[in-house]
């Protein structure tokens, strides 16, 4: 069970849309529509944003949005604001009920 | 609003055990499968366990097998985990997370998420 290999960091200005990718193997991402994403604020938990390669959860605003194309997800985040500054991860479920995370890719607004 | 309270973590020794619960409320518990993932200080999230919803399946990530157990008492409505043999990199905040299908075997994502309960494993 490999981590899921995102970026470090990504960063936009207010307003301004950014994508963070998330790729795996044909094992978790390119196997199943099954990736969620989560935003984690410093010292809260983790936050469903997006599951099933592109659903939201009622409350989560439609600026973010989800993808997958292969062996890579994507999370987008339009109309940035500075709310959004956070750390994401992507995760994908691997088979027999398992799941494997990404790193982590923290999102500046500038 | 789902709500998650996780308790039981602390600081303990290498070779350690602890259990770690995780009360439920304003949901359906005994509908729904139920995960812990916990969180190394500074690192990313890793999956640690899932339960089924009836407790009559429980998966387990490979750095944790044979030294982890996950249960859950429906009638308490309440989640644990049984974490013995317990080494330095072990120590991290353990979240528990609600999975989002209902009667699911088990779970494709965590839905809602506990605030965690810190394990420190140091001699």
């Known amino acids: 069970q490999s981590a899921l290999t995102q970026p470090r960091s990504v960063s936009g200005s207010p307003g301004q849309s950014v994508t963070i990718s998330c790729t795996g193997t044909?094992?978790?991402?390119?196997?199943?529509?099954?990736v969620s994403w989560y935003q984690q604020h410093p010292g809260k938990a983790p936050k469903l944003m997006i599951f099933?390669?592109?659903k939201r959860p009622s409350g989560v605003p439609d600026r973010f949005s989800g993808s997958k194309s292969g062996n890579t997800a994507s999370l987008t985040v339009s109309g940035l604001q500075a709310e959004d500054e956070a750390d994401y991860y992507c995760c994908s479920y691997a088979g027999t009920y398992t799941w494997v995370f990404g790193g982590g890719t923290t999102l500046t607004v500038l | 609003e789902v709500q998650l309270l996780e308790s039981g973590g602390g600081l303990v020794q290498p070779g350690g055990s602890l259990r770690l619960s995780c009360a439920a409320s304003?949901?359906?518990?005994?509908?729904?499968?139920m995960s812990w993932v916990r969180q190394a200080p500074g690192k990313g999230l890793e999956w640690v366990s899932s339960?089924?919803?009836?407790?009559?399946?429980?998966y387990y990530a490979d750095s944790v097998k044979g030294r982890f157990t996950i249960s859950r008492d429906n009638s308490k409505n309440t989640l644990y985990l049984q974490v013995n043999s317990l080494r330095a990199e072990d120590t991290a905040v353990y979240f528990c997370?609600?999975?989002?299908?209902?009667?699911?075997?088990?779970?494709?994502?965590?839905?809602?998420w506990g605030q965690g309960t810190l394990v420190t494993v140091s001699s």
């Open positions: 997370a609600k999975g989002g299908r209902v009667l699911g075997s088990g779970s494709y994502y965590g839905a809602n």
């Open positions: 099933d390669v592109s």
């Open positions: 304003e949901f359906t518990f005994s509908n729904y499968a």
């Open positions: 044909s094992s978790d991402v390119g196997g199943y529509d099954y």
């Open positions: 339960i089924s919803y009836s407790g009559g399946s429980t």
